[in-house]
């Protein structure tokens, strides 16, 4: 080994092809290291280093140094002062201090170390380990697969081509994946991460922006505030507690929100977003999505496309609403206070276990009751209506709306109105109100002591069972029966051996209808098992016997 120490003076000093040590003390020197492994020390002044070939050490020292490794693997040390520091060839590491110093890694697989000040980090071809250290730094991986880590300090980092793995650490950080398939991390701070082109995996802890770019991407949250975007592909978007805004945007993407306060917006693509826990937003927007909310107050829209939507909020003091927008939607409220509304398109909405609201919309809707007690108005088109089937105390109010309309109440006291249209008109097991509306309407009690309203137009009252409209406190009331229009059908009251039914005025006979005086209104009644004993009655309202005749009835 050779051991040259130079002076005070600007020199330049050269090694021989041994591994020599070389000292360039005070002055802008410049030191050649050749062939060996050498040992250069820039020390005092603005000097440059040359490794050249071999596994070389060089150290900067005081001053702005210029550090080239050259062939080899090499350490390059920049010291004080701002430096540049440039391995090239071979596996070399690269160690700034303090200052601004500007690190390239150069071919094969480099270390870079930014240290104090803010530095300028590129790793340049090969898989390459980058660390920004203190400081607010800029970090580029380039070429190759390479670890970046921004450190202390507001830095800027990408990745550049390959499968990056990047780390802001502390501070306000933006983080670039770019090309390939990258591991994207915020840590503390306030930071803008962008996945870029390629299956991009980014997280964050705090208030961050996060950006998949193209390619399916993976990005989570699990605290503060944030905001995420999927950008083009399947992306999976989830968050956990904090203020969050999702958005899926291009792409059939999942978005899923777990004790937080968010808002999910699907974007274009058929998108599945789901919420667990706080005050949620979902917007389906454009596309066939699903959309399932649990929380105290939620708020799903469909947008355009056939959406299924759910609420399962399982307190009653909680409030949900749910609306369909454009396309045949599917609604299904939970126990909370619920708004459903299905906008366009042939929608079936279901009430649940709270108050409701439900509108259909435009076209023809399904329209069903809850456990609770729901007002279901169906709006235009020709509607399905279904009171509430299970246990429970459910009443329903039913609003037919335009259209040709299809009414059914089940287990509970429902009031029901065809309103415009020719509308079916049917009660179920309880005592209901029925209204058949304008137009040329079926309206059916069913059982209970029901109350019947055919409104304007032609209508047929029908009877299908004796046990729907008993003799006594149990018989049915028809409020605004009209003869010269109207019509009541028995016809289904027969058994089917038993002789046909006849009208008999106002005398009563076996088998027989006949009409008895009450004040202003009239009993219509029919013997069903030939004793001549009524078995069935229905009260007719301010109408006269003579008002009846065998031709408004149907026997």
């Given amino acids: 080994m050779v051991r040259i120490i130079g002076t005070n003076l600007s020199e330049v000093i050269n090694s021989g092809i041994a591994a020599d040590l070389l000292?360039?003390?005070?002055?802008?020197?410049?030191?050649?290291?050749?062939?060996?492994?050498?040992t250069l020390w820039g020390e005092d002044g603005n000097d440059w280093l040359y490794g050249s070939l071999g596994d070389d050490w060089l150290y900067g020292g005081l001053g702005d140094d210029w550090l080239y490794g050259g062939g080899g693997n090499d350490s390059l040390y920049g010291g004080a002062g701002n430096n540049v520091l440039y391995g090239d060839n071979g596996h070399d590491r690269l160690f700034g201090e303090t200052g601004n110093d500007t690190f390239r890694g150069g071919?094969?697989?480099?270390?870079?170390?930014?240290?104090?000040?803010?530095?300028?980090?590129m790793g340049e071809p090969g898989n390459d380990s980058i660390s920004g250290e203190n400081g607010d730094d800029r970090l580029l991986g380039h070429e190759g697969d390479d670890i970046v880590l921004g450190g202390y300090g507001n830095d800027h980092a990408s990745g550049g081509d390959g499968n990056d793995t990047i780390t802001g650490g502390r501070g306000n950080d933006t983080l670039y994946g770019d090309l390939g398939n990258d591991s994207l991390g915020g840590d503390e701070g306030a930071d803008s991460l962008f996945g870029g082109a390629?299956?991009?995996?980014?997280?964050?802890?705090?208030?961050?922006?996060?950006?998949?770019?193209?390619?399916?991407?993976?990005?989570?949250?699990?605290?503060?505030?944030?905001?995420?975007?999927?950008?083009?592909?399947?992306?999976?978007?989830?968050?956990?507690?904090?203020?969050?805004?999702?958005?899926?945007?291009?792409?059939?993407?999942?978005?899923?929100?777990?004790?937080?306060?968010?808002?999910?917006?699907?974007?274009?693509g058929n998108d599945a977003l789901d919420a667990?826990?706080?005050?949620?937003?979902?917007?389906?927007?454009?596309?066939?999505?699903?959309l399932l909310a649990v929380g105290m107050r939620t708020l799903l829209d469909g947008g355009n496309g056939n959406d299924r939507l759910w609420s399962r909020n399982i307190l009653s003091s909680s409030s949900e609403t749910l609306i369909g927008g454009a396309g045949n939607d599917w609604l299904n409220a939970g126990y909370g206070n619920s708004l459903l509304s299905g906008g366009s398109g042939k929608d079936t909405l279901s009430a649940g276990g709270g108050r409701c609201l439900v509108s259909g919309g435009s076209d023809d809707d399904q329209l069903s009751g809850g456990s609770g007690n729901s007002t279901l108005n169906g709006d235009d088109g020709n509607d399905y209506?279904?009171?509430?089937?299970?246990?429970?105390?459910?009443?329903?109010?039913?609003?037919?709306?335009?259209g040709?309309?299809?009414?059914?109440?089940?287990?509970?006291?429902d009031w029901l109105s065809g309103d415009d249209g020719n509308d079916w008109v049917s009660g179920g097991a309880r005592n209901d109100t029925l209204f058949g509306g304008n137009g040329n309407d079926r309206v059916e009690g069913g059982a209970g002591t029901d109350r019947l309203h055919g409104g304007a137009g032609s209508d047929m009252f029908e009877f299908y069972e004796v046990s729907e409209s008993t003799v006594g406190a149990g018989r049915d009331i028809i409020v605004d029966f009209n003869s010269q229009?109207?019509?009541?059908?028995?016809?289904?009251?027969?058994?089917?051996?038993?002789?046909?039914?006849?009208?008999?005025?106002?005398?009563?006979?076996?088998?027989?209808?006949?009409?008895?005086?009450?004040?202003?209104?009239t009993l219509l009644r029919l013997d069903h098992d030939g004793d001549a004993v009524a078995d069935f009655e229905v009260l007719l309202l301010n109408t006269r016997t003579s008002d009846i005749t065998q031709d408004c009835l149907k026997l």
Avoid: K
């Fill in 23 to 38: 000292f360039g003390r005070a002055g802008n020197d410049t030191l050649n290291g050749y062939l060996g492994n050498d």
């Fill in 107 to 121: 071919n094969d697989n480099d270390s870079l170390f930014g240290n104090d000040g803010n530095d300028y980090l």
């Fill in 198 to 268: 390629g299956n991009d995996t980014i997280w964050s802890m705090v208030d961050d922006l996060l950006n998949g770019g193209d390619g399916d991407d993976l990005l989570y949250t699990t605290g503060g505030n944030t905001t995420l975007q999927g950008g083009a592909g399947t992306d999976v978007l989830s968050v956990t507690t904090g203020v969050n805004f999702l958005y899926g945007e291009l792409g059939n993407d999942r978005l899923s929100s777990r004790n937080a306060d968010s808002i999910l917006h699907g974007g274009y």
């Fill in 276 to 290: 667990y826990g706080g005050n949620c937003t979902l917007i389906g927007a454009e596309g066939d999505d699903e």
């Fill in 385 to 402: 209506f279904g009171g509430y089937s299970g246990r429970g105390s459910g009443s329903a109010t039913m609003n037919g709306g335009a």
């Fill in 404 to 413: 040709n309309d299809t009414m059914a109440s089940f287990a509970a006291s």
């Fill in 485 to 521: 229009d109207d019509e009541i059908s028995l016809f289904w009251l027969r058994e089917d051996s038993a002789p046909r039914f006849s009208w008999s005025g106002e005398t009563a006979s076996a088998y027989g209808v006949w009409a008895v005086a009450q004040g202003s209104n």
